[in-house]
């Protein structure tokens, strides 16, 4: 089946330590997404990929970094400068980078600080 | 700056009873898309129903419609002959270009049985 897959579920991360949330897809889209979701609020982008091998920085991208070295992956890391990482993490693609084409989303990722 | 904005934080509705969500955005763009996705209990979120901008006609997906306001910014989501999986925070969403899409703060539907 086609579709995008996010790993692990639940990820804890300690105070100072970098943590990497995974994204997979298996659908041939070209365009990947990473939102950031807090509680009762909507999704804020981080980052976006349209292509391989290249990325840019959405509304909230200072505490986090990415890379795309494969389509049917799009790997977000979330970096000890990032001070407040507590929240739900969502990937996305698109068949292509016009407006018209609609964002499917993966399952998500909570992310928890110990 | 773009924003969406839904009004009501939550609604709640009868079983096979019909309710409308309501959101509005802020742009002086004249093509665009609207969304509303769909985000239950397991926190996926799946996409409702679409409208282009630059369609008059009301987009539906079987009991869900919309009612596309152009002129006064409003995008409302009509849920009808509601059902117990509908329950869940619905989002409004509009995007204008290849990478910049709003979400709105969501609206928690509940369905009474």
């Known amino acids: 089946d086609g579709g995008i897959t996010q790993s692990p579920k639940y990820l804890f991360r300690k105070e100072g330590q970098n943590v990497t949330l995974s994204c997979e897809q298996n659908?041939?889209?070209?365009?990947m997404y990473w939102y950031r979701q807090d509680p009762g609020q909507g999704l804020r982008l981080i980052y976006y990929?349209?292509?391989?091998?290249?990325?840019q920085k959405g509304d909230i991208a200072e505490g986090y970094s990415v890379s795309r070295e494969k389509k049917e992956s799009f790997p977000l890391t979330v970096t000890s400068a990032q001070k407040n990482p507590t929240a739900f993490y969502l990937c996305?693609?698109?068949?292509?980078?016009?407006?018209?084409?609609?964002?499917?989303f993966g399952p998500g990722t909570r992310l928890l600080v110990l | 700056a773009q924003t969406v904005t839904q009004s009501q934080p939550e609604m709640s509705v009868q079983e096979a009873e019909t309710v409308t969500l309501s959101c509005t955005y802020d742009?002086?763009?004249?093509?665009?898309?609207l969304f509303w996705y769909k985000q239950p209990p397991s926190r996926q979120m799946i996409l409702v129903i679409r409208q282009e901008a630059y369609k008059q006609q009301n987009a539906t997906e079987n009991r869900f419609s919309v009612n596309f306001q152009k002129a006064a910014k409003s995008f409302s989501l009509k849920i009808s002959d509601s059902q117990l999986g509908d329950a869940a925070m619905y989002f409004c969403?509009?995007?204008?270009?290849?990478?910049?899409?709003?979400f709105g703060a969501g609206t928690r539907l509940t369905v009474k049985p």
């Open positions: 990929s349209q292509i391989v091998n290249d990325f």
């Open positions: 742009t002086s763009e004249s093509d665009y898309y």
């Open positions: 996305a693609s698109s068949i292509g980078e016009g407006t018209r084409e609609t964002q499917y």
């Open positions: 969403a509009y995007r204008y270009n290849n990478n910049d899409m709003r």
């Open positions: 659908l041939n889209h070209d365009a």
